[in-house]
């Protein structure tokens, strides 16, 4: 079945660094949603990106999707300790669009 | 009052044994699903269901089953419970035009031993 790939896995910052983590399809994707998911708590729906080359900012953090909608980006700028999660990227089935597939997701360590 | 939630929070139970997850909504939406969320392994479907007479299977539903006995409800049965079934287990809502995300339940930590 159709997955999407994430990585890294892990990624520990310096507080006040950049973190990126990446979202990959071998498909075409309709859309892409991104989600958080703070330590001990649940996924929390970010954004969703649906045109090609879209660019979306919710204030220190970017949403790409790529211009084939095959990849997709989520860049926090100077990072915070509020920041600590695991950020996960969701892209739908082949021919479902209201079932996703969910990618590993991307665990932040932010040191203080 | 949270959008989804789900009972219990926590469940400890023996193998074998048939446990049921529930989950409510009032968020007012057809569609309802059920993840599971292992170490290393993301979420994944167990089951999902578009309105109260439509059930279907996801990628993991071996060993589960569900009832839709209303649209804001939507249970989770584990028919004889087994330890690789310990996870974190999550119900979750969307609404039917797919404008917006997931909203997500607190979650069921399930340990079965």
């Known amino acids: 079945g159709q997955q999407v790939m994430q990585i890294p896995q892990y990624q520990h910052v310096q507080e006040g660094e950049d973190f990126t983590t990446y979202c990959n399809s071998s498909?075409?994707?309709?859309?892409i949603q991104w989600y958080k998911q703070r330590p001990g708590g649940h996924p929390v729906f970010l954004i969703q990106?649906?045109?090609?080359?879209e660019v979306k900012k919710q204030k220190r953090l970017t949403f790409q999707f790529g211009e084939a909608k095959k990849n997709s980006s989520l860049h926090i700028t100077a990072t915070q300790t509020t920041d600590v999660g695991t950020y996960f990227c969701?892209?739908?089935?082949?021919?479902?669009?209201?079932?996703?597939?969910f990618g590993i997701g991307t665990k932040l360590q932010v040191i203080p | 009052d949270a959008d989804v939630t789900q009972t219990p929070r926590n469940r400890i139970t023996k193998t074998g044994k048939r446990i049921m997850l529930e989950c409510s909504q009032t968020k007012g939406h057809d569609r309802m699903y059920w993840y599971r969320q292992d170490p290393g392994l993301g979420l994944r479907l167990i089951y999902y269901?578009?309105?109260?007479?439509?059930?279907n299977k996801g990628e993991i539903s071996d060993g589960y089953s569900v009832s839709r006995q209303a649209q804001a409800k939507f249970s989770l049965s584990l028919e004889s419970a087994i330890p690789n079934q310990t996870a974190l287990y999550f119900c979750a809502t969307r609404d039917d035009r797919g404008i917006d995300g997931y909203t997500f339940g607190s979650g069921t930590r399930l340990t079965v031993v």
């Open positions: 969701a892209g739908p089935y082949s021919g479902g669009y209201q079932k996703v597939t």
């Open positions: 990106l649906v045109k090609s080359g």
């Open positions: 269901s578009f309105d109260v007479k439509d059930i």
């Open positions: 498909t075409t994707l309709s859309n």
